[in-house]
């Protein structure tokens, strides 16, 4: 949030059926879900323990969250930050995310700059944790930017790009921070498995048209990059954060 903002606390709706809606300098304690289009979600705290704090429902086009803090406590499995697998055309920009299982999960035409997603967390037997995101949901993911974010992620990956649910083309992965905690005490101390892992094995559609370039990346426990059975990815001007290239 800016300096100097006081924000107040939110009383309103929990599902936004108004399209425009603008919700900023705001302390939010629940959740939102959003459905209609064109919503704005603007220097805000939001302060929620369960599934997804910001949830975008099918149709619910042109969602923007930016410079917002949303933290979890660790507790719910298969928890995300922000959703907006569901829709296009979303502009998530400058927000910090912490306390929950995956920190971020787009649809197509999305705009993913300038976010902090951290510290991961959740309940469960075998949480599975992500930065953020792309499963090919709900039938295809296309048109993603992912650029100039800093992700600190741990036992997965921290962009992880799977076609568990259909198709993904043309995601562009440029100039990112991309690390884990090697070292120190508590829970989040851990590499992810691969930093940036990119599987198109399933059955389900296929993988295309990646870009990997200019990101800083910290080796993951296997490795820096998996790529398998995708076609049409390239990659240039990767280092590693001592900037020897990958």
């Known amino acids: 949030m800016p300096a100097g903002l006081v924000p107040t606390i939110y009383t309103g709706p929990n599902v936004i059926t108004v399209a425009g809606t603008v919700i900023e300098n705001k302390i939010i304690n629940t959740y939102i879900e959003v459905r209609a289009k ?14 997804h704090p910001i949830y975008a429902h099918e149709g619910a086009d042109g969602l ?8 979890g406590h660790g507790k719910t499995g298969g928890s995300y930050g922000i959703d907006t697998s569901d829709i296009s055309g979303s502009t998530l920009i400058g927000n910090n ?28 037997a075998d949480p599975h944790y992500d930065g953020i995101q792309l499963g090919g949901h709900p039938k295809v993911q296309t048109n993603v930017l992912i650029e100039n974010n ?43 498995v691969f930093t940036v892992y990119v599987d198109g094995a399933k059955p389900n559609g296929t993988i295309s048209g990646i870009t990997i370039t200019n990101n800083v990346i910290q080796r993951g426990v296997y490795g ?3 790529i398998d059975s995708a076609s049409n990815v390239t990659g240039s001007g990767n280092v590693d954060p001592f900037a020897s290239p990958i």
């Open 97 to 124: 995310i912490a306390g929950y299982e995956n920190g971020i999960t787009p649809g197509s035409n999305a705009v993913i700059k300038g976010n902090h997603i951290h510290d991961l967390q959740a309940g469960g």
């Open 38 to 51: 064109s919503v704005t979600i603007r220097n805000s705290r939001i302060d929620f323990d369960g599934w």
């Open 150 to 192: 800093t992700i600190i992620g741990r036992d997965n990956a921290d962009v992880w790009i799977t076609n568990d649910f259909g198709s993904i083309n043309g995601i562009k992965v440029n100039h990112n921070q991309l690390l884990g905690k090697a070292s120190g005490t508590g829970p989040n101390v851990s590499l992810p």
């Open 224 to 226: 820096f990059i998996d």
């Open 64 to 71: 923007t969250v930016e410079r917002c803090t949303i933290t």
